[in-house]
């Protein structure tokens, strides 16, 4: 059987704030962010085989 894991990106100070920007520098993520990532590593541990991970372009 085939899993499908989808993962948002963490809260970035853009998402925060309100903020529409296609910059990837200039809002880095809150802290909030950087532990949504932290927990999401964490998990994704926990899966036994990844076969595959697929990103969006960051440009």
């Known amino acids: 059987m085939k899993v499908l894991i989808l993962v948002r990106h ?3 100070e853009s998402n925060a704030g ?3 920007s296609s910059s990837l520098n200039r809002y880095p993520l809150t ?3 950087v ?3 932290n927990g999401t590593a964490k ?3 926990k899966v036994q ?3 595959m991970i697929m990103t969006s ?3």
């Open 57 to 59: 372009s960051p440009h």
């Open 18 to 20: 309100i903020i529409l």
């Open 10 to 12: 963490g809260q970035a």
């Open 31 to 33: 802290q909030h962010g």
């Open 43 to 45: 998990e994704l541990k």
């Open 49 to 51: 085989k990844i076969d």
């Open 35 to 37: 532990e949504q990532a």
